[in-house]
């Protein structure tokens, strides 16, 4: 089993910046995908980013390509999302996520795969 706890979350005028983090324990996470999704009120939680367990790989929505930025820190097993230019439109609850399977290499943006899940972190960016 896998725990992750996101953190960084805040309030933030638009134009603005955060970095998200996701501490895992339980189990490293070295050799799994790790991904971010996001749930806005009323509507369903939606991918934001996603990155491959060799950090070689990564995935963006369209609504956040160029703006945010996910790594991830194999000897801290850490992730983290830094999102810059930040919109009213991108606040959210934001999740961090671990896939289920190691070294698997299929859609990184596929919500099915990941079998663990955080608590969430509250952004929100004001106009």
């Known amino acids: 089993q896998v725990q992750l706890v996101e953190s960084g979350g805040g309030l933030v005028q638009a134009g603005g910046s955060l970095r998200l983090s996701c501490a895992a324990s339980?189990?490293?996470?070295?050799?799994?995908?790790m991904g971010w999704f996001r749930q806005a009120p009323g509507k369903e939680r939606e991918f934001v980013a996603a990155?491959?367990?060799?950090?070689?790989?990564?995935a963006y929505a369209d609504a956040v390509k160029g703006r945010f930025t996910i790594s991830r820190d194999n000897a801290k097993n850490m992730v983290y999302l830094q999102m810059n230019s930040l919109k009213p439109e991108d606040t959210a609850v934001y999740y961090c996520?671990?896939?289920?399977?190691?070294?698997?290499?299929?859609?990184?943006?596929?919500?099915?795969?990941?079998?663990?899940w955080g608590q969430g972190t509250q952004v929100t960016v004001s106009s």
């Open positions: 339980g189990r490293t996470v070295t050799n799994y995908a």
């Open positions: 990155i491959s367990w060799s950090g070689g790989n990564t």
């Open positions: 996520a671990a896939d289920r399977l190691p070294l698997y290499s299929g859609s990184l943006s596929k919500e099915t795969r990941y079998d663990y």
